[in-house]
């Protein structure tokens, strides 16, 4: 079993940037593969970032690439998302979800049996 805990989130001007964190519980963090999601108002829940569970290998949503980065430590059992030159249109719930063990990274959520409760991002035009 695997409790999630995101934080980080808030209200930004566009252009500006955010950590998001995704703290875990358990043993066997470091062998789960980690994603994040994003569900914006009246829209339905979208793949932002995945990570495999060694961090060796990377997966980003077309819309976020460039922009947002997805990196782990397992000594600390968190995720992050850093999110850079944030848009109006990155505003939603973000979600971390993970699957595991001994799996990579994947875009489609249900793929994932743990999930966060979500920290929301705000950003303002």
């Known amino acids: 079993q695997v409790q999630l805990v995101e934080s980080g989130g808030g209200l930004v001007q566009a252009g500006g940037s955010l950590r998001l964190s995704c703290a875990a519980s358990g043993r066997t963090f470091s062998s789960y593969a980690m994603g994040w999601f994003r569900q914006a108002p009246g829209k339905e829940r979208e793949f932002v970032a995945a990570i495999s569970w060694s961090g060796g290998s990377t997966l980003y949503a077309d819309s976020v690439k460039g922009r947002f980065t997805i990196s782990r430590d397992n000594a600390k059992n968190t995720v992050y998302l850093q999110m850079n030159s944030l848009k109006p249109e990155d505003t939603a719930v973000y979600y971390c979800?993970?699957?595991?063990?001994?799996?990579?990274?994947?875009?489609?959520?249900?793929?994932?049996?743990?999930w966060g409760q979500g920290t929301r991002v705000t950003v303002s035009s």
């Open positions: 979800a993970a699957q595991g063990p001994g799996s990579g990274p994947d875009p489609r959520s249900t793929w994932y049996d743990y």
